[in-house]
């Protein structure tokens, strides 16, 4: 068996299509529609990033403008963002101060602008599987953009449930990652639509029971290690970001296992091919795509 690659890129342009045309109809007679990036970095991942979700954002008709600012400054550079009726979205592209105080920033952006979705106000709709901000169900809840991006890749790759009382019942994952921006939001993600998640990082093992039978899902210590989480998985996510990682083995995983690389860096050896069923090398354009769509969404709010 030989696995398939799946490309974001691919997968992307489909979404971005209907983002193109819903800008199009929420802009006209109307200014575009206009994000600002606050980046403290001049090179490296962040920067990349950042240049990327720009191309993309014009790729769709949206204005993005990549605002270079000072760590000390970024506290009054996003009160700034937050004041300006001219500005629909944020965008931070971290680190900027690194470690707690970036999560501090996060926390100033205004929700109604915040188009990665990583603002408690968003984060806490999600950890309670609340879908929806009105009773009809209309305005759906902005969720993280590349925990979003991964599910989606993941759906396109072929997973699926078998059971009836959930999308995902009888899905067994592995996160290798346990970060706010993708590891825990993404294990509560693929939990609450039924899955079993193995979660991991430095720190240990967790496990995030389905929210079935229950109105979310729920996290516990765990014992289980990293072989028994890689031989158990339907899906193995991998998002660390160091070269150093010891990379996963294709005679580590489930045979038929759908792979996703989420790191700047490489996560898994060669010899997955020969037993992953998919793999997903990449997620960062369809993370912008998802970025663009939390955009549109969120005019709503404003």
Same mark, same amino acid.
């Given at each position: ?14 979404? !971005? ?7 199009? $109809? ?5 200014? *575009? +529609?206009? &994000?600002?990036? #606050? =980046? ?90 609340? !879908? ?7 305005? $759906? ?5 590349? *925990? +979003?991006? &991964?599910?989606? #890749? =993941? ?148």
């Amino acid at each position: 068996m030989s696995a398939a690659v799946l490309n974001p890129s691919t997968v992307a342009a489909d979404y !971005r299509a209907e983002v193109r045309l819903e800008v199009a $109809r929420l802009t006209e007679g109307r200014a *575009p +529609l206009r &994000i600002v990036g #606050l =980046l403290s970095q001049t090179s490296g991942p962040a920067a990349t990033y950042a240049r990327y979700a720009a191309k993309g954002a014009a790729d769709v008709g949206i204005e993005m403008e990549v605002r270079q600012v000072d760590p000390g400054r970024a506290q009054q550079a996003i009160a700034e963002a937050n004041a300006d009726d001219s500005v629909d979205g944020i965008f931070l592209y971290y680190p900027i101060q690194g470690g707690p105080q970036d999560r501090w920033l996060r926390e100033l952006v205004d929700p109604r602008k915040d188009v990665e979705g990583l603002h408690s106000f968003w984060s806490r709709l999600l950890y309670e599987n609340t !879908r929806t901000l009105d009773e009809a169900g209309q305005q $759906r809840a902005i969720l993280p953009c590349t *925990p +979003l991006a &991964i599910l989606k #890749l =993941l759906q396109h790759a072929g997973m699926r449930g078998e059971g009836e009382r959930a999308p995902l019942e009888g899905v067994t994952a592995c996160v290798i990652n346990r970060s706010d921006i993708v590891g825990r939001p993404l294990s509560a993600m693929l939990a609450n639509d039924g899955a079993r998640v193995h979660s991991i990082d430095l720190n240990g093992s967790l496990v995030f029971e389905p929210a079935i039978g229950r109105r979310a899902h729920d996290v516990r210590d765990s014992q289980v290690t990293r072989a028994e989480a890689l031989s158990a998985a339907d899906v193995v996510i991998t998002g660390v970001p160091s070269p150093t990682f010891e990379l996963v083995r294709g005679e580590e995983i489930k045979p038929g296992a759908i792979c996703v690389n989420v790191s700047e860096f490489e996560n898994f050896d060669d010899s997955i091919a020969e037993v992953a069923s998919v793999i997903v090398p990449r997620v960062g354009p369809l993370t912008v795509a998802m970025a663009m769509r939390n955009l549109v969404r969120l005019t709503t709010l404003h």
